[in-house]
């Protein structure tokens, strides 16, 4: 076998960025070369490609990602990548994505295989944890939320902060008040209530579960709406887990 790439849109800021690539989560791809795609080198065009995860199917980095399947000599992997267009509500799926030889979204209803974030398959999300507060609040760090009622508040850029942490910090809340995709997913995961606040992007639009938008007036009364995900992490790490078996199979690793 040959060297095999995954790039991902790595911030060092996004924790979310950070644990969403699926090769770190499964044992035969732990030895490819992970890039962030802005400094990927030629040579890689020769050679499988992961791509994955992040929200980043938007018309900019779509441009990064069309120029990474279209010059391809060796087959293409999307893996949980979903949907990210600011101040719209249509989801963006551009055609070039039918040239990769495996496409997994994470995003319900779209018009490929549906693949969570594969951020699910964390270890930090095996852990239980109590609730002690009646509500927390993860917000991004670009986005304050502006809900005035003192809560335990933590924003996702948070140097010192890594998933154990970030994870004990969600499911210390009964309900989640957030504004950011990961804050949303894995509040899910781990069975609590959420509140999206003030959606600013197509992605929030695209959960299997139902979830409820608020916003700084609206925000208790919206909470009698939020409801849990029972079997959601269960049912996320089945499909990475199905999709996994496939580009397995396609890298020549059976």
Not at 4 to 30: K, S
Not at 64 to 77: D, G, Q, T, W
Not at 193 to 220: A, Q
């Amino acid at each position: 076998m040959s060297q095999i790439y995954a790039c991902h849109f790595n911030d060092p800021t996004n924790l979310g960025d950070q644990v969403c690539c699926p090769v770190d989560y499964f044992e035969p791809l732990r030895t490819a070369c992970k890039l962030d795609w802005h400094s990927a080198p030629d040579e890689f065009t020769a050679a499988p490609l992961i791509v994955g995860g992040g929200g980043l199917l938007n018309p900019v980095l779509g441009e990064n990602l069309a120029a990474l399947l279209l010059r391809r000599k060796a087959p293409v992997v999307v893996w949980g990548v979903g949907t990210n267009v600011h101040h719209e509500t249509r989801p963006y799926y551009p055609e070039f994505l039918n040239r990769a030889a495996l496409v997994g979204l994470r995003d319900f209803g779209n018009p490929f295989a549906y693949v969570p974030c594969p951020s699910c398959m964390h270890p930090a999300l095996d852990r239980a944890f109590p609730v002690r507060h009646e509500f927390v609040i993860y917000e991004h760090a670009h986005h304050p939320i502006g809900i005035a009622p003192s809560a335990p508040r933590m924003a996702n850029n948070e140097p010192s902060e890594r998933m154990e942490g970030v994870v004990e910090f969600l499911a210390s809340g009964e309900l989640v008040i957030t504004n950011t995709y990961h804050g949303a997913f894995w509040s899910l995961l781990l069975g609590r209530r959420i509140l999206i606040y003030r959606p600013y992007s197509n992605r929030f639009h695209f959960f299997k579960p139902r979830v409820v938008f608020c916003d700084g007036e609206n925000w208790r009364a919206k909470a009698k709406e939020a409801a849990g995900a029972p079997g959601y992490l269960d049912e996320c790490r089945r499909l990475n887990r199905e999709f996994a078996e496939q580009v397995f199979r396609l890298l020549g690793f059976d």
